[in-house]
């Protein structure tokens, strides 16, 4: 069983910066796929960016040029640097992991972080 714990959310004013930490308590490189998803109130949780095991990374169109997901494998952690925070980045954050096992895929999800950007 693969357990994600988020941190490194809060309160942070327009055009700051966070830092959020994913820590696995399993090896990283057993997981193909580690993430990072939001969901703001009344929305739906959408996609922000992705990590492969081989290091393609992917980020949403909303964040490109803002946020970076990274890994270190070493500490079994991924992180996402967010910068020139906006308040529309407000949401609950939620690592996001996938290993893929034929036939089947195994997703797993942190308990979330929460980020508010005030203006």
């Known amino acids: 069983q693969v357990q994600l714990v988020e941190s490194g959310g809060g309160l942070v004013q327009a055009g700051g910066s966070l830092r959020l930490s994913c820590a696995a308590s399993g090896s990283i490189f057993s997981m193909n796929v580690m993430g990072w998803y939001r969901q703001a109130p009344g929305k739906q949780r959408e996609l922000v960016a992705t990590?492969?095991?081989?290091?393609?990374?992917h980020s949403a169109d909303s964040v490109k040029g803002r946020f970076t997901i990274s890994r270190d494998n070493a500490k079994n952690t991924v992180y996402l640097q967010m910068n020139s925070l906006k308040p529309e980045d407000t949401a609950v954050y939620y690592c996001n992991a996938i290993i893929f096992r034929a036939p089947y895929n195994y997703e797993y999800w942190g308990q979330g972080t929460q980020v508010t950007v005030s203006s």
């Open positions: 990590s492969t095991v081989s290091g393609t990374t």
